[in-house]
Each structure stands twice: as C-alpha cells, then as structure tokens.
C-alpha cells in the first residue's frame, strides 16, 4: 500500500529495524482531528502526531488476545472497587486537535470521568497500555510515550509477548519514567491501581 502525500504509514518490521523519527509536520500541513475522522475505513489504525498522520496495520490474533486478557483483568478489579473505568482500542483519545491517540487498553478514574466524550476521550487518561508488535515497537516505545508524557498520562505500561514481560512507567515531572519491570513468574502490581496482583504469565497463555 502506498500512503497519500503526508501520511507515515508504518509497516511491519522487525524490533531492530526502528529507524529514524521523521521531521515533524509543518503548522500549514498538519492534519487536525475533524480531518482525520473524513477518513474511510481501511482496517487501519490512524493515529495523530502533533499533525501527522501515522497508518498502523490491523494487529494480529495473538497481540488481540493478551490486549483481551488484560482488559478483562483490569475491568474486573476495577468494577469491583468501583475505581472508575476500562476501554480497549479502537477508541480515540483526543489530547488536543493536533494529536489524537489509540492505545490497546486504557484506564480512567472515577472523578476524572468527565472527560468522556460522546464519541471520544477529551483528555489524558490516567493509564494507557500498548502490547508490542513489531509494526508498533518503535512508535510504542519512543513516539507514543512522548506524547503520553506531555499531556500528563500518570502511568504507562508496555506489554511485550514476545519477552512475556511487562514495563510499569510512571509520570515524574514530564516524563515517563520506569518504576519496575516484571517477567513471566512476576506479579504485576501498580502504584495508580492499589491492590491490584496480576500474575504477568496469565496474560501470555494460550
């Protein structure tokens, strides 16, 4: 597939392909979020950065199911105390016109509900998780926490299949800083969500 003029589309390559970050989008030729939502279906994720258009491929079964297991553990010890809500992409997270996200699963406390819009997030969430893939690696890892940093996401966590591990981020001043990292026989437990003991192995069983 070859993208239109302007437009990044990132194609599946392997972990140590990353490649450069490209030269940000100039004022007149940024693309806004009433722009992208003219955009025909294509099964293609679309993302903004700060104006630039960014095509992911539909992701595959085995990324869908750890995303599947996750959300279900993360809204079932939400619900039960009432801590607010979980959501799963696609689900547009608009932090300002000019960049609008779609994370594999995110989290929102309960007084910061406000923020939901009829169609889509008007905000930072308070947690956003990306599982790893190899059309996503570099955006996930180096872009995407970037812009999560600025606009005040509290926590990150990454979700690697192919290492069965999972990295816990947090907020310190404007970055995104690693607070801990837990393999397959680890229990994942987090600042933003206590009382929460997730077993990471859980995540990756067939």
């Not at 993208?3 to 589309?9: C, E, K």
């Not at 099964?43 to 990324?63: A, D, I, K, W």
């Not at 939901?116 to 893939?133: F, K, R, T, Y």
Request: proline share 9%; hydrophobic share 45%; with cysteine.
């Amino acid at each position: 597939m070859v993208p239109p003029p302007g437009v990044l589309f990132v194609a599946p390559a392997a972990h140590d392909t990353i490649g450069a970050m490209p030269a940000p989008a100039s004022s007149a030729s940024k693309m806004t979020y009433d722009q992208l939502c003219l955009l025909p279906e294509d099964r293609q994720r679309h993302e903004l950065f700060n104006g630039e258009l960014v095509m992911t491929p539909s992701p595959s079964h085995r990324h869908q199911a750890v995303v599947l297991r996750l959300a279900m553990a993360l809204e079932s010890y939400v619900k039960t105390h009432a801590l607010g809500r979980v959501y799963v992409a696609p689900l547009d997270i608009l932090f300002e016109p000019h960049t609008v996200l779609q994370p594999d699963v995110l989290f929102i406390r309960q007084d910061r509900l406000g923020i939901l819009g009829e169609e889509v997030v008007e905000g930072a969430p308070d947690l956003v998780v990306e599982v790893l893939s190899p059309s996503t690696f570099y955006n996930d890892l180096r872009r995407k926490m970037a812009a999560y940093a600025r606009f005040g996401v509290q926590e990150y966590w990454i979700v690697d299949p192919e290492k069965q591990a999972v990295e816990l981020y947090s907020l310190a001043g404007d970055q995104l800083r690693l607070q801990r990292s837990f393999s397959a026989g680890d229990t994942l437990e987090s600042p933003l969500l206590p009382g929460l003991r997730l077993p990471v192995r859980s995540l990756f069983e067939s």
